[in-house]
């Protein structure tokens, strides 16, 4: 008997982790976003029905997880139509992959409701289909993590890969309550880096890879650098260079900022270490009267899932 309801659940994700600019990401153990979807008569239609926690269209053309629902149905040879229930818990424009939980949950979900046992390599196109609306881009350095979970390497050709992650990381993220489009974030980058910067930044890859695979957690996290990227998108971030001085000092060993931001991300290799930077940085925000949601999370292996 065909299923005619499924509820899945999505994680953040983490890109560019400083060290791997559009090609690196991971799933974290939460926040995350859940959507149920219906299968209906209407066949080939894609209908939102609602969304909480966030201010998007209910228009299908117009939203991720309609956009990639759409392409995948259309695939699949439209046999039925859906209706999609949203819960937002990763606010848009939070830099922790919104849109990838939105595009990555909607053609995991409707791959599980019909039954149609496509790998998480062949969801990704339509994931991407939605994540594109968003972005303005089809990297997959967000929805590739948001699918198979993990911490996922995607090289300029060809299928994300996923590596070893350091098990002994855990992750404070530290979300001001503003939001930066990712379209906006590519703008301050420049059309070219210098020589030697590329050079460099290709070094601490490969540094950051192999300590995955050799399980060093402080060794990953030294690799963590960003010659690329971060230095001209920290000027974004409010309050970036104090919130980075009173993490590194309470614990964390590296950090910077989670995909175009405006979330920062920080790496301890204790849980008290990460209770007590998330304090401090709790304690500063407040103290510089921002709101903020901070999240204290760890790498998970697992990616998009039913839930029930």
């Avoid at 990763?90 to 599980?112: D, H, Q, R, T, Y």
């Avoid at 690799?223 to 409010?238: E, K, M, N, T, V």
């Amino acid at each position: 008997m065909h299923r005619t309801e499924i509820s899945v659940w999505t994680p953040a994700t983490l890109a560019n982790i400083n060290v791997g600019f559009d090609g690196l990401g991971c799933a974290l153990s939460g926040p995350g976003e859940r959507l149920v979807m219906r299968r209906t008569d209407a066949v080939g239609c894609v209908n939102i029905r609602l969304i909480e926690g966030a201010d998007l269209p209910l228009e299908t053309s117009l939203n991720v997880a309609g956009v990639a629902a759409q392409s995948l149905l259309k695939a699949l040879g439209n046999p039925c139509g859906l209706e999609l229930d949203i819960f937002k818990e990763i606010k848009p424009g939070s830099g922790i992959g919104s849109s990838a939980a939105s595009a990555a949950g909607a053609v995991f979900a409707l791959n599980a409701l019909l039954n149609a046992g496509l790998s998480p390599d062949a969801l990704l196109p339509h994931a991407l289909d939605g994540e594109a609306l968003a972005s303005g881009s089809r990297h997959a350095d967000n929805v590739a993590p948001a699918l198979m979970g993990g911490l996922v390497l995607c090289p300029p050709r060809g299928l994300p890969m996923s590596i070893p992650f350091p098990r002994d990381w855990h992750v404070v993220v530290l979300h001001p309550d503003v939001a930066i489009r990712t379209e906006d974030a590519r703008k301050v980058l420049p059309e070219s880096v210098a020589f030697v910067d590329a050079v460099d930044q290709a070094r601490w890859l490969g540094v950051f890879t192999a300590a995955c695979y050799q399980d060093d957690g402080a060794l990953a996290a030294l690799a963590l650098q960003d010659l690329l990227a971060g230095p001209h998108r920290a000027g974004l971030i409010p309050h970036f260079e104090p919130i980075r001085t009173i993490a590194l000092r309470h614990g964390a060993i590296a950090g910077g900022i989670s995909g175009s931001g405006p979330s920062t991300f920080w790496v301890t290799m204790t849980a008290d270490d990460s209770a007590q930077v998330a304090h401090e940085l709790k304690a500063f925000m407040r103290h510089e009267g921002m709101a903020c949601d901070i999240h204290q999370t760890r790498i998970s292996a697992r990616g998009s899932r039913i839930i029930e």
